[in-house]
């Protein structure tokens, strides 16, 4: 979990801590009694999310994207209510929008979980080709690519090979692989290690 929110509800008072249980319950009662309604939740949350993000952006005030204190304990009730082996499109979808959100502690919990659960073996490689077919890849998101390209198999890179190719081409993105580098330390070449060589 992301120091921001330990920190948040850390400093939570009794108060505080009763209230969003209470808006927690209510939106368990609402939106989380059915395998259905969650998926539909999680899909909209997402949705969100997206529109939040691009809204901002079309008005440059990155300050309209933090989350309430109800959509807050939404996004907890997603992570750790809901199994990523049950809800993987969606919550897949979640931390598409996550890692490249606005709000760092909201973007730095979606690294932390994606981390936490590729590395303890969940590879999704339909999960990369969307996340990279986007029209803004973050560089969390290369990070944990980069973090994780050992998990991919060889024959599975080819799915990768045409959008690396396509981001290898943008400036901004050639700058955040070089930001990785030095924080890193060391040169990591995304275009070779994900160009499947041809029999």
Known sequence: MAQEINDILSQMSAEDFERRKKIAQKLWDEHFSSHQQKKEFIRNFAAELRSARKGALAAGNDDI????EERLVAFLL????CKLDIYRNQIGDVLIEGLKYQQKDIKRYCFEYAN???GAGFVDMGWWKRLLGK???????WKLLRLHADKIPSYARAVLTDDIKFWAQDETTQKKWQELDAEL???YDFVKEFTVPMN
């Open 135 to 141: 029209q803004y890849v973050s560089k969390y998101a």
């Open 78 to 81: 997603i992570f750790t209510k």
């Open 185 to 187: 330390g060391s040169h």
């Open 65 to 68: 994207t933090a989350l309430n």
């Open 116 to 118: 936490k659960h590729i």
